[in-house]
Nanobody, 124 residues
């Protein structure tokens, strides 16, 4: 069982920044792509970003140019730097582990472990 532990959510004004962290304890962290999804009230969960073992990155169109995903394999941690936040970015953000053989995509079924989520609220 892999427990993903998110932190860093909070309340911020539009235009502000937040940095989410996800700790993934265990020796296998380096072997997997990692990512972030989000779910806003009344909406479907949405792919946000992913990073492969070789640090190739993928982003949803809605966050390109504003969000940056990164990883520190020595610390078993993946990050999501979120800049120029907008009210529509408000959601619960989930850290996920990608297990499929393909490159990480926006299909939730390709991710086998999910964190508990951290709330991000952006006020207008």
């Amino acid at each position: 069982q892999v427990q993903l532990e998110e932190s860093g959510g909070g309340l911020v004004q539009a235009g502000g920044s937040l940095k989410l962290s996800c700790l993934a304890p265990g020796r296998s962290f380096n072997n997997y792509a990692m990512g972030w999804f989000r779910r806003a009230p009344g909406k479907e969960q949405e792919f946000v970003a992913a990073i492969t073992r070789s640090r190739s990155t993928y982003y949803a169109d809605s966050v390109k140019g504003r969000f940056t995903i990164s990883r520190d394999n020595a610390e078993n941690t993946v990050y999501l730097q979120m800049n120029n936040l907008k009210p529509e970015d408000s959601a619960v953000y989930y850290c996920v582990r990608h297990f499929a053989a393909t490159r990480p995509r926006d299909n939730p079924a390709e991710y086998d472990y999910w964190g508990q989520g951290t709330q991000v609220t952006v006020s207008a």
